[in-house]
């Protein structure tokens, strides 16, 4: 998929008002930082892409119920709990409360541990 097509896909969800995006399977090895502006959603389905990152744009996704992850090379593992099963995914919540912290520290160790 090309950047042109990945980026409009976000958009389109953001008009419409979507609460719900499938990008399973499309080869994505970057999500957007877009994204983040899909506020409305409550699932979002990332499964089988070659994803290696999440963005911290994702955590601008408060209504964000389930996020299906699997069959990602995620470098950040995810704690099994976080991940769910394959049909229903994780609590999407839990798994942004697990990269939050994440994002944060990366920050402060970038920063010197200062904001």
Excluded: C
Aim: charged share 15%; proline share 7%.
């Amino acid at each position: 998929m090309n950047s042109a097509t990945l980026l409009s896909r976000p958009r389109q969800a953001a008009e419409s008002g979507a609460v719900s995006v499938d990008l399973s399977g499309l080869g994505l090895t970057v999500l957007p930082p877009e994204i983040g502006q899909l506020t409305n959603l409550t699932t979002l389905h990332l499964r089988s892409n070659p994803l290696t990152a999440l963005p911290p744009e994702l955590a601008h996704l408060t209504r964000l119920e389930r996020l299906k992850l699997h069959g990602n090379p995620l470098t950040l593992a995810l704690p099994r709990a976080l991940l769910g099963d394959i049909f229903d995914g994780g609590d999407a919540q839990a798994i942004l409360r697990f990269y939050r912290a994440v994002w944060q520290a990366g920050a402060l160790a970038v920063h010197g541990g200062q904001w």
